[in-house]
C-alpha cells in the first residue's frame, strides 16, 4: 500500500508565490496586500490552496487572515492575467457586542475573537461597550474579569469562536400579596366524590357538610405585605404596588371577632358556616340523612341539608336554603332561599300540552317539583317542574320539564333542552335547542302577559278605592252638615281609614309604575344557542314566535319591530 502524502509533499506540488508572479507586503496600519504580475506562465492551483502559498511567501495564515471577497478579486484578476495590487486584509481586534433582554432586566456580552494581529479585549473597550448599550447597574464583576482574562482570549484565538457571558442582572420589582382571608373550616364548595371502603369512588357520596359548633375558628385575615422597588440594567426604577387591605368584620350575631385577635372570626351559634368574600357567617340548619318514610316531610324555619336523597313522596318546606348531596325524585321542595341539587332531579312523565304555562306550586307530591325564591341548580332535570324567582341553572341538560325562571336560564357548557317548556323573564342561554330528530322544545322569554294581568287586578281595585274614598267623603260631609258632634275615637277610625286608603292608593301606583319599567326591560329579552338550534324548537318573545327550518349554528333570538329576529 502506498503512504500518505505528508504535508512537506502537499508544500511541494503547489505552486510558489514567483511561479505564480506573487509578491506580499504589510502596510503601516498592518493591513497586508498581494501584488500579482503576469508571468505568462500557467501555474494551476485551488483557492484553498492559497493560505499555504501566503506562508511560502513567509506570511502565516494563522497571523494573516484572509478576507474572502478580497481573495475573489485577486484570483479573478489572476486567471484574466491582469497586472493588480489587492489588500487581502488586516488585523481585527476582539470585539464586545452587549445584548438587553426586551423587559431590559438582563444583559449579556458576545465577544468576537481577534484576527491575526488583532489586539485582545481590554477592560477599557469593555467598559465602553457597555457604557453605550446604557448598561450602568447590576454589573457582575466576576463576568467582566472572565471576558478579559488571558484564558478567554487564548480561547477566542485558539477556537476563532465567539463567547457569551452574562454580564449585568436587574432587580425585579414585587408586588405585595393583598390581605386575604383563609377558611379554617371545610366549605360546601370543597365537597368531593369519597372513596368507599373497597376503593372504589362513589360519585354520590360527596362528603359530609361542614358544621361548626360555637366559639369554633372560621376564617383568619392576613394582613397585606409591602411591595417592593427594583431597577433595570439601564438604571431605570421599576415601582411595585403594595397589597390592597380587607376589613376583617362580624356581619351578624352568628360570628364575632376574637377578643384577642382582630384577624380572627369566630362562630356564636352551632350551624353552617359560609365563608364569603368578607368574612363568614354561621347558617342555623337542619342536617339529614335523606328525606323519606323515617323522616317524614320535612318543614322548618331555616335552612335544610340532606347529605342523601329525597325520595318519592316526601316534602321539604323551608324559609331557607335546601341542598341535597343526591337525587331528587318525585318529589315537593319549596325553599324561600335557593335550591341545590348535588345529584339531579328526576320526575314521573306526564301528558301536558306543549307551551301551557308552568302554574304556581301545588302540594302535589306524584311529580317532581321544585320551587326557589332565590335561585334552583342541578346537575339535570328530567320530567320534572321548577320554578326559580331569579335564576335556573343546570349543568348537563333538561328533559320534557317546565322550568321557569325569573330572571335567567343558563345551561353550562354544551347543556341542552330537549322537550317541554323553558320559560325566563330575561334571557335563556344554553348550549343546544332541541335535538336532532324534531323533538318538539318550547323557549320563551320577555312574556308580559302574568304584568299586564296584574295591571288590570291593580286599576280595578284603584277604582275600588276610589269609591271607598268617595263614600268616605259622603260620610264627612254628612256628618259636618247634621252638626252633630261624634266621639274622639269615631274620629279616629274615620282619619286612619282615610289614610288607609291614601297609602294603598300610593303604593298601588308605585307598583303600576314598576309594573311599566318590567313591561320596557322585557322588550330586550333574548334567547342565546350557542352550539344548535334544531328545527323542531320554537322560540317565543313576547307574543312573537318563530321555529327554525333548518339547524342553526351558534345564535341569538331577540325581538325588533314585533317580530323575532337573530344574529
Known sequence: M???PDDTDLMLSIPTPEELGLTFKEDEQGDYWAIHQPTGMVQPFEPEDFPQ????AGFPAADYPIESAALAVLLDAMRRGEACEQRLGGPVDARAEVHLSPNQMLASVVLHPPQGRGQDITSAALSKALQEAHVVRGLIDESLAELTSAATSQQLRTTGLPVCQIVAYGESAYDGEDAWLEPLIDEIMDRRPQMNDDGQVDFFELGDFPHVDADQALVRRHPPTQGKTGWTVTGKTIKGRNGKDITLSAKDETVRLAPDDHDLLLSSVAGMPVVHEKGALVEQVLKLEEVGLKSGHVRFDGSVFVKGN???????EVTGDVKVGGLVEAAYIKAGGSIEIGGGVIGRKAKEERGKPLKDANESTTEAYLHAGVTVKARFIQEAKVKAAQEIIVQKQILHSKIKAGVKIHLLGKGAIVGGLAEANQFI?????????NVQTHL??????????????????????EVQKSKLKELIAKIKQLRKPITEEKKQQIMQARNQLQAQENS?????AKIQEDIKERQHARIHVRKTCFPGTLLEIDEAQFSPRNDLGKVTF?????EVQMR
Open 429 to 437: 342561554d344554553i348550549g343546544i335547542a332541541g335535538a336532532p330528530a
Open 558 to 562: 331577540f325581538l325588533r319591530d314585533g
Open 53 to 56: 502559498i501566503m506562508e511560502l
Open 2 to 4: 502506498g503512504q500518505q
Open 310 to 316: 329525597v325520595n318519592p313522596g316526601m316534602k321539604i
Open 444 to 465: 320563551r322569554v320577555g312574556g308580559t302577559e302574568d304584568l299586564k294581568q296584574e295591571s288590570t287586578k291593580i286599576n280595578h281595585r284603584l277604582q275600588q278605592i
Open 508 to 512: 298601588l301606583y308605585d307598583r303600576l
